[in-house]
């Protein structure tokens, strides 16, 4: 059960980031974050890489370098688009479809196939953080479902969550064909890249060189974080199937409901401990595999 292990320190270092982002936002454009976060994360990840030794590159590590990167900017840019035209509180609850996507996805990509047991545990995750992520401001558990069709932001973010089903099969393939260093270290660098030249559409390079100056060590220990979480995900991604790892990796919504209890006091405890324990009978159910 090691990856087990390694999957939920993936899950907390990836909370930590979120909360990270989140008070940078309120002081940086969100490209330009995700831009400098991701470089200073390449930086870290390709120094343990030159430390650990280059790693053998196999046949399909370019195609699956090139695959997650295109599908993880347009994933963010819908996402980002999503939250632009529709409530919090409607769109964020699609994400969790991503699990349930991935029994379909893993399949087809990576012939990789749940057990009973681990399907029963991938949907109570899927239901658990589907809970988490409703708020006070849903009249009723089913009002996502019910925009559907009427609202374009849900469906912006049911697409997101199908799109991260797909790169997340490349990811491993990515780890498969280098290592849990140097291939996430390339595609951190190409999405770094891309979402500066996004920036760069409506902001100056000088004025993206001066907040990437001004919050240097805020981006750095983003990016360390953000290097953690990719290692520790990518190694359980080694020794455990894709469905099984990124369920357990949606535990970072419960962690990221700790932080904000903890520190931006955020409320609407009772439908979270629920949530919570819903997940965390499901994470069960998957080490039982």
């Keep these: 059960m090691l990856w087990l292990l390694f999957a939920v320190f993936g899950a907390f270092f990836q909370a930590t980031y979120f909360t990270l982002t989140k008070k940078l936002l309120e002081n940086v454009n969100q490209h330009i974050l995700a831009g400098c976060v991701f470089f200073d994360t390449f930086i870290v990840l390709f120094f343990i890489s030159m430390i650990n030794g280059m790693p053998e590159i196999g046949y399909g590590f370019y195609s699956s370098v090139l695959a997650t990167v295109l599908l993880n900017v347009i994933a963010t840019i819908m996402y980002f688009k999503a939250l632009k035209i529709t409530d919090l509180s409607l769109a964020i609850p699609m994400i969790s479809f991503t699990p349930l996507f991935l029994i379909l996805t893993s399949f ?80 951190f660098l190409l999405l770094s890249f891309s979402f500066i030249i996004i920036s760069h559409t409506t902001i100056k390079i000088s004025d993206i060189k001066r907040q990437y100056i001004g919050n240097f060590y805020e981006f750095l220990f983003a990016g360390i974080i953000t290097a953690l979480s990719a290692i520790t995900i990518n190694i359980a991604l080694t020794m455990q199937i894709v469905p099984y790892v990124i369920s357990i990796k949606r535990l970072s ?15 609407n405890i009772i439908m979270r401990c629920i949530g919570s324990s819903i997940m965390l009978i499901g994470v069960v159910f998957i080490t039982l595999c």
């Design 253 to 267: 919504i419960l962690f990221s409901v700790l932080y904000g209890s903890l520190i931006f006091k955020e409320e």
């Design 108 to 187: 087809i990509l990576l012939n990789e196939i749940p057990t009973i047991s681990g399907i029963v545990g991938i949907f109570l995750i899927f239901l658990g953080s589907y809970i988490l992520n409703i708020d006070k401001t849903t009249m009723h558990l089913l009002d996502p479902f019910r925009e559907i069709f009427k609202n374009k932001g849900i469906v912006y973010m049911l697409i997101v969550a199908f799109l991260f089903s797909i790169s997340s099969n490349f990811d491993k393939l990515v780890v498969i064909n280098s290592d849990p260093f140097f291939g996430s270290s390339i595609v």
